[in-house]
C-alpha cells in the first residue's frame, strides 16, 4: 500500500497570506490527523477527521481549519498568516481512529513564514 | 503544561549496549502510550506502545516498560544498533483519542 503522502513538500509564505495543505491517507483509512510540530513545543495535535466530520479538535486559533472529502483526502488552511505558523505540519491516518490504532503520518509539509 | 515529559533531549550509547528512553506523564486518565521514531526528513513511525493494563510489552529488540503508580514509562532497546539513531517519542492518549507528545530525546548509537 502507499503511505500517507502530504503536498506540498515545503512553502514559504509571507505574513497575511493564507495557505493551504493536502493530505493523502493510506487507503481505506477513514481517520485523518493534523498535527503541527515547532522545536519548543513538539508535536501538537491540531484536529481529527473522520468520514467528513471534524471529530476532535486541539487547542489552536480559528486561522487553522480543516476538512475532509469524501475520498478520505484531507487539506488544513491557516489563514492570516502569522510567523509563529512555521512549523512543520504533519498528517497521520488510522483505518477508525480509535485508541489502539496506529497512526501512520506522512512526510509533513514544512511551511516559513516570512 | 506539558503532560508528558521526555525530561532527556539527547541520549548517547555506544552500539550493542542498550538505550533507555524515558517518559514521564501527568494525566491519570491516559490509558494507552505509544513510542514513534523520527528520522530527519520523515514522518513519525510507530515503533511500540502499551496499554495500561500491561506492565511490559516486547517486540524484538524493544521493550516498553510502564509504571502507573509512578506514572512512568521507559523504551529499552537492545542492543542498540547505529541504525536506532533518531529521536524517539514518547506519547499517550485516553478515552478522547487525542495523543499527547512528548518533545522527543534525540538518541544518538555510536559505533
Known amino acids: 500500500k502507499a503511505g500517507v503522502t502530504q503536498t506540498p513538500r515545503y512553502l514559504i509564505k509571507t505574513r497575511g497570506q493564507q495557505v493551504t495543505l493536502s493530505c493523502s491517507p493510506i487507503?481505506?483509512?477513514?481517520?485523518v490527523s493534523w498535527y503541527q510540530q515547532t522545536p519548543g513545543q513538539g508535536l501538537q495535535f491540531l484536529f481529527e477527521?473522520?468520514?467528513?466530520?471534524?471529530?476532535n479538535k486541539g487547542n489552536f486559533p480559528g486561522r487553522f481549519s480543516g476538512r475532509q472529502f469524501s475520498n478520505s483526502r484531507s487539506e488544513m488552511n491557516v489563514s492570516t498568516l502569522e510567523l509563529g505558523d512555521s512549523a512543520l505540519y504533519l498528517c497521520?491516518?488510522?483505518?477508525?481512529?480509535?485508541?489502539?490504532?496506529?497512526?501512520?503520518f506522512g512526510p509533513g509539509t514544512r511551511l516559513t513564514v516570512l | 503544561d506539558q503532560q508528558v515529559k521526555q525530561n532527556s533531549p539527547s541520549l548517547s550509547v555506544q552500539e550493542g549496549r542498550i538505550s533507555i528512553l524515558n517518559c514521564d506523564y501527568t494525566?491519570?486518565?491516559?490509558?494507552?502510550f505509544l513510542w514513534y521514531k523520527k528520522y530527519p526528513a520523515e514522518g513519525p513511525t510507530f515503533l511500540i506502545s502499551?496499554?495500561?493494563i500491561k506492565d511490559k510489552n516486547e517486540d524484538g529488540r524493544f521493550t516498553v516498560f510502564l509504571n502507573k503508580s509512578a506514572k512512568h514509562l521507559s523504551l529499552h532497546i537492545v542492543p542498540s544498533q547505529p541504525g536506532d539513531s533518531a529521536v524517539y517519542f514518547c506519547?499517550?492518549?485516553?478515552?478522547?483519542?487525542?495523543?499527547?507528545w512528548g518533545l522527543g530525546t534525540s538518541l544518538a548509537v555510536n559505533p
Open positions: 497521520a491516518s488510522s483505518p477508525l481512529g480509535v485508541e489502539s490504532d496506529t497512526q501512520y
Open positions: 487507503s481505506g483509512h477513514r481517520s
Open positions: 477527521y473522520f468520514s467528513e466530520t471534524q471529530r
Open positions: 494525566n491519570s486518565m491516559f490509558d494507552y
Open positions: 502499551i496499554s495500561s
Open positions: 506519547a499517550a492518549t485516553g478515552n478522547n483519542r487525542k495523543l499527547i
